[in-house]
């Protein structure tokens, strides 16, 4: 594993910035140099950092690595870092962050695979849009094209969570988070509906790292108003769309509806598996994930 920080260039209203990434190649050959693909691995939130996909526990990273090479990044302001404006971490600039990132290390399209779980998955969607011919296929964890799976996810929860959970996910709808204890306690009491098999009756935390301001400002601000069905259409790679029956965030109308709006898309669906899916069925995880990334298609 290498660990560099990659210069990003200034773009029109946004400045110049260093990203910290983590690289996984094959014998250590410099990325991209093998016949192997590469996969990019977006973080969620907004504002959580690289580490959930490489734990000590379980490192998707690391699984990834045994078929094609990784790379790891902590996004714009967060994680290792240095501090960002606020309004520069945007599900736009993110996008084409993904995009600085793949032209940085030269990736070919014919190579390039994009990989993104809960906003992660946004952000991964949007760049299949956005450049729908600089990636060879992409998969999701859960998949929405429009910021309605808000509504539809408060009315799940309505029907669903607990009284300290509706009040708890206020935090989340409002962008309103107030310290990292703040959500800590959020973990504590939403884990159950984050993994299946998280019990919420122990003290171990479901923690996940995040820069709070960027989260806050995720929630309180673009993610209340994207909307990817006009230009759905124009994702033209294979697809792979892994959801759990569990989900609560990203619900099942909207992983149908992204599977039905891009006609190469395959839709897969874990049962007791929440939106964290890999923690609940680790093994079934990494068999559809690695079978994927060495299908071939025409």
């Known amino acids: 594993m290498q660990e560099l920080n990659i210069h990003l260039k200034s773009r029109d209203n946004i400045v110049e910035t260093f990203l910290y990434t983590r690289i996984y190649t094959q014998d250590d050959l410099a990325l991209g140099t093998s016949d192997r693909d590469v996969v990019i691995l977006i973080p969620g939130g907004p504002g959580n950092d690289c580490t959930m ?32 404006p606020i309004e520069h971490c945007s599900l736009e600039n993110y996008i084409d962050d993904i995009e600085a990132i793949r032209q940085y290390f030269k990736i070919p399209p014919e ?11 946004i952000a991964a969607l949007g760049y299949a849009i956005k450049y729908a011919d600089n990636l060879k296929k992409l998969l999701l964890i859960s998949a929405i094209a429009s910021s ?8 799940d929860l309505e029907s669903r969570g607990s009284i300290e959970q509706k009040k708890m996910a206020e ?4 962008g309103s988070f107030k310290n990292k204890n703040d959500l800590v306690k959020f973990c504590q009491i939403m884990g159950p509906l984050y993994s299946y098999s998280h019990s919420g009756q122990d003290d171990t935390e479901l923690e996940i790292p995040c820069t709070i301001n960027i989260l806050n400002y995720g929630w309180g601000n673009f993610l209340k108003h994207f909307n990817f069905k006009p230009e759905i259409h124009k994702v033209n790679c294979p697809v792979l769309i892994l959801w759990g029956e569990n989900e609560w965030l990203m619900g099942r109308k909207q992983a149908y509806e992204v599977h039905q709006l891009i006609p190469s898309s395959r839709l897969v669906t874990y049962q007791k598996c929440g939106h964290m899916l890999w923690l609940d069925q680790w093994e079934r995880f990494v ?9 071939q298609y025409e």
Do not use: M
């Open 287 to 295: 068999d559809d994930s690695l079978a994927f990334f060495v299908e």
């Open 111 to 121: 190579k390039f695979i994009v990989f993104g779980q809960s906003y992660g998955s």
């Open 171 to 174: 935090r989340i709808w409002h």
């Open 53 to 84: 996909y490489d734990t000590p526990q379980n490192s998707i990273a690391k699984i990834f690595s045994t078929v094609v090479d990784v790379i790891l990044f902590d996004p714009r302001g967060c994680g290792k870092n240095a501090p960002s």
């Open 148 to 155: 309605e799976f808000i509504e539809q996810a408060k009315q």
